[in-house]
C-alpha cells in the first residue's frame, strides 16, 4: 500500500482477518527502506508491556545467537526518545542462548536465535508471560539463511504458545522486512511467492495477512542523499527507495530464441520438468527427455529411481541456477514452470 504520510503504520494490517475470515497469528509486511516499519512493531511491543502493567512480554526474533549482541540497545536506542523516563537493559541467560530484557528494572520480554530452537523446547516457562513477537528483517540481504528456517520458527512459536493451561495458545508474531528477494523462504512457505504481482498490497493466507508498503517520504528522502545519488541507478538504490527486489527480474515467462543445450530433468510432484541454456538464458519448460543422464528432484515423494539425485537448497546446481535468477537471465514456458522453479531456487 503506497503511504504519504512520513512513517509507516501497522494498524490497518493488524485489523485483517485471514483468507477464511478468522483472526490471524502471523502479520507480515514488507515495503522500501527508512519507511519506520520497525519503528512501529518495536513501539508495539513497548507499549503493549507498558499499558498492560508489565504482563505482556514479548519476544524479540534473531537469526544467528551470534548476532544477540547489545541486544537492549538494538531494540530500544532508536525508539528511546518516545520513551523518556524509561532505561532497557538486558542479562544473559543459559549461556547467552537467552538474552532477558528489562525496562526500567522490570521483565519485560527476551531474545532468541533461531539457530537454537531445539534448546528453546525445554525453556517454555520462561515465556509463559509472552504475548507476542517480532522478527525484524526477516528477509537477508546476502540470502544467508537457516536449513529449514521456516520450521525453526515454527518450534520457537510452539514453544512459547504453551502456559496458562493451554497445549497452545494465540502469541501473535509480526514479521517486517525491506522488499529482498521473492526467492527468500518464507514466500515459500506461505505460498506469497506464487501470488505477488507487481500490484499487490494485501494478501490473505491461512493464519497469515500480508501487507506490501510503499512510503513515498522515505523514497523521496533516501533518493535525495547525495551519498545515494552517487550511486545513480543502481540495483541497491532501486530496491531501498523503489520497492523493487534487490535480487529479482519480474518480466519472465517466455520463450528466448536461437539454439540451446539440454541441461538436465526436474521431476516435481510428479511432473517432468527440463532446463536448457540459450546464449542469452537459461529456460525451463514442460517434458523432459527420460533418457537424458542429469535428472534431478527435490521432493522424497519424487524420488522413483536411483537415478534422480535428490538435491537441497545448498546444492551447487540449485546454487548455480539461482545466480542465473538473482540476475533476471532465467525464463519458463509458463506460470507452471515458473512456480516449480520457485520452489526448487527457494531457500529451503
Known amino acids: 500500500m503506497k503511504s504519504n504520510s512520513k512513517y509507516y503504520s501497522g494498524d490497518y494490517l493488524l485489523t485483517l482477518k485471514d483468507k477464511d475470515k478468522s483472526l490471524p497469528e502471523i502479520y507480515i ?26 504482563v505482556n512480554e514479548f519476544i524479540y526474533l534473531y537469526r544467528y545467537k551470534t548476532d544477540m549482541n547489545d541486544c ?26 537467552v538474552v532477558k530484557l528489562m525496562l526500567n528494572g522490570i521483565q519485560c520480554g527476551f531474545c532468541l536465535a533461531l539457530s537454537m530452537a531445539t534448546k528453546y523446547k525445554k525453556m517454555s516457562a520462561l515465556f509463559v508471560n509472552v504475548a507476542h513477537m517480532f522478527f525484524d528483517e526477516y528477509q537477508d540481504e546476502d540470502g544467508n539463511y537457516l536449513d529449514e528456517e521456516p520450521k525453526k ?19 501473535p508474531l509480526y514479521m517486517c522486512s525491506n522488499t529482498v528477494s521473492i526467492l527468500n523462504p518464507y514466500y515459500n512457505a506461505f505460498g506469497i511467492n506464487k501470488q505477488l504481482k507487481k500490484s499487490t498490497k494485501y494478501l490473505r493466507g491461512t493464519g497469515w495477512v500480508f501487507e506490501r508498503t510503499f512510503n513515498e517520504n522515505a523514497s ?25 527486489y ?8 517466455g520463450k528466448p530464441d536461437g539454439y540451446s543445450t539440454y541441461l538436465l530433468s526436474v521431476l516435481y510432484n510428479g511432473e517432468w520438468y527440463n532446463i536448457r541454456r540459450y546464449s542469452s538464458c537459461i529456460y525451463v ?58 520452489d526448487l531456487l527457494s531457500y529451503m
Open 246 to 253: 534487490l535480487n529479482d527480474n519480474m518480466a519472465l515467462i
Open 153 to 171: 520458527l515454527q518450534s520457537i512459536h510452539t514453544t512459547v504458545a504453551r502456559g496458562h493451561g493451554e497445549q497452545t495458545r494465540r502469541v
Open 29 to 54: 509486511c514488507d515495503g522500501n527502506r527508512t519507511a519506520g516499519k520497525s519503528y512501529y512493531f518495536k513501539s508495539r511491543l513497548i507499549d503493549t508491556f507498558i499499558n498492560k502493567k508489565g
Open 285 to 342: 519448460s514442460t517434458g523432459a527427455d527420460q533418457t537424458y543422464p542429469s535428472r534431478i528432484c527435490f521432493n522424497v515423494d519424487d524420488v522413483v529411481d536411483d537415478r534422480s539425485l535428490m538435491v537441497s537448497s545448498s546444492s551447487f546446481i540449485v546454487v548455480s541456477l539461482r545466480t542465473y535468477f538473482n540476475k533476471g537471465l532465467m525464463r519458463f514456458e509458463n506460470l507452471k514452470c515458473k512456480n516449480m522453479a520457485l
Open 220 to 244: 523521496q528522502a533516501y533518493k535525495a542523499s547525495s551519498f545515494n545519488r552517487a550511486f545513480g541507478d543502481s540495483s541497491y538504490n532501486k530496491y531501498a527507495a523503489e520497492n523493487v
Open 72 to 97: 537492549a540497545n538494538n531494540i530500544f536506542g532508536d525508539i528511546a526518545d518516545k520513551y523518556k523516563g524509561y532505561e532497557m537493559t538486558e542479562k544473559k541467560l543459559a549461556d547467552g542462548a
